[in-house]
Structures are given as C-alpha cells and as structure tokens.
C-alpha cells in the first residue's frame, strides 16, 4: 500500500505544480486530473495504512518533489533555508514511519 502513496505524491508534485504554472484549458486540465488521482489514491492508502503517517509521508514527498521541480525545472534559485527545512521535514517524516505501524500490525498488537 505504501507505493499508492508514492504513487499519489508524485501526482500531488504534478497538480502543485500545475497550480502555479497552468496558463491554458490542457495544464489546467491535467492539473484537475493530478489532483483527483492523488487524493484517490491517498484515500485509498489511508483506508489500510495508519491514516496521520500516510498524510505525513504524502506531504513530505509532495513538498520535497515540488521544491525539486522548481529548481530542477523551473530555474527557482536554490535557497539554503528551503533546503534545511525540506530536510527537516523530511526527518519527521522518516521518523513517523520507523515509529507507525499499519493498522493490520497494531490490531494483532492489541489482541
């Protein structure tokens, strides 16, 4: 289940970014596409995958994919406060998964 989050982060990096640049009736369309594929698929993750880690780690990936882009795509400057908090998110993140089980795992745990 963990890769439709994947899955839905790359989408999420693809409508984020299509709400900043869209400019004609084909990126904003794409971009409605991307959002409705990224939040199916975090719902679906969500219904078997403890639901507060799955949203952490969908953020986390959308913020550190969407900040890529932009620098990598788009020519943003790269700017080291960015990259520090970036990366501390992505620490929370890594965090909330090493400690989150699924729910599968925690209900045998709890039996």
Known sequence: MWI???IAAVFEIGWATGLKYAND???WSLTVVAIIISF???IRSA???PTSTV????VGLGTVGTVAVDILFFG???NLGVILFVLLLLTGVLGLKM???DKKNQQEAGK
Request: charged content about 5%; hydrophobic content about 60%.
């Open 4 to 6: 439709l989050v994947v």
């Open 47 to 49: 219904s078997k995958l």
């Open 25 to 27: 009736v084909t990126t």
């Open 40 to 42: 199916g698929l975090l």
């Open 55 to 58: 949203y952490a780690v969908f």
């Open 76 to 78: 943003v400057p790269i």
């Open 99 to 101: 400690v989150t089980g």
